[in-house]
């Protein structure tokens, strides 16, 4: 169902195709996104400058290829500060998305940082937990939920999933996985 792009699931029971294909625009500062959240994403970043806080992508889309490249580029370094590689794969694990179980492959993840000049990390993650909503974007991996999401807290990591799911999810405190076992009764729909 065409409408249903916005809330494809993604994680490590639900991973992604290695040829996963998405339209993709470039942000001004040479990041991209799915086409379709492109407007949602600028009035975001808009609100935020009203507010003042100072936020910019860090990382939107991430393709198979460049996410199994960051894979191993953090195996190696953990090799290179002295873990086995078998330790190294265990711990990046935990950090790192494995290749396809991203959802910066989907277009419809982006990550925020601070423009450190004029705000701190703490004040754009506590404006996002707050506004992001309004824009159709969800803080997908909170404190509460790692059990579920599998994922460890990621302030920075918002996904789109429109304004209304966001707003639903949001006032009720869900993470993506309970919203569509809520709506949809079954993880697999
Ligand atoms: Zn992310």
Known sequence: MDSMWNLILVNKEHPLPK??????????????VDTRIYPALM????????????LYVSCGHRSYQVQELLVD???QNRIKRGLSEKEA???VKKLVA???ESEHQLGLAVDFQADAA???SAEIYEWLALHAHMYG?????????VDITGFRYEPWHFRYVGIE?????????????EYLEEKYGSKES
């Not at 975001?44 to 100072?54: C, M, Q, T």
């Not at 974007?137 to 939920?145: G, V």
């Open 73 to 75: 580029i953090n195996i």
């Open 89 to 91: 794969v265990e711990y």
């Open 19 to 32: 040829d996963f294909q998405v339209k993709l625009t470039t942000l001004p500062n040479g990041e991209a």
């Open 98 to 100: 494995a290749p396809g």
């Open 137 to 145: 974007f969800i803080l997908r991996y909170s404190e509460e939920k």
């Open 165 to 177: 799911v966001a707003k639903v999810i949001y006032e009720k405190e869900l993470c993506l996985e």
């Open 43 to 54: 009035q975001l970043l808009h609100a935020a400058e009203a507010d003042g806080i100072a």
């Open 118 to 120: 004029k705000s701190t």
